[in-house]
């Protein structure tokens, strides 16, 4: 029986920035990438940026003029993003 846990923030802050963290979040990036791809018309670049803070992360960015347009009207990276199962918060409602 465990009595007492000491958490090792060095030990997950190098996991979070780590290699298997980073093709996790790429392989997901990748996913969403695609389902925005599948809503969009053919030759819509649709682009991904790598990036660590205090862990692995990735934006989705549709490269198109219309992109925001998409976004407000369909949803197209929200969607996108909740069917590859990322749980989708409005940053404002956030406090």
């Known amino acids: 029986m465990?009595?007492?846990?000491?958490?090792d923030h060095r030990g997950v802050r190098e996991f979070l920035i780590g290699e298997d963290v980073r093709k996790l979040v790429d392989g997901v990036a990748e996913d969403v990438r695609a389902r925005v791809r599948a809503r969009?018309?053919?030759?819509?670049?649709?682009?991904?940026?790598?990036?660590?803070?205090?862990?692995?992360?990735?934006s989705i960015t549709i490269a198109d003029v219309r992109g925001m347009a998409w976004q407000a009207r369909d949803g197209v990276l929200t969607r996108a993003a909740g069917e590859a199962g990322i749980e989708v918060k409005d940053w404002r409602a956030a406090g």
């Open 2 to 7: 465990i009595t007492s846990f000491e958490l």
């Open 40 to 58: 969009l018309y053919p030759g819509v670049r649709v682009e991904i940026r790598k990036y660590t803070s205090d862990r692995g992360a990735a």
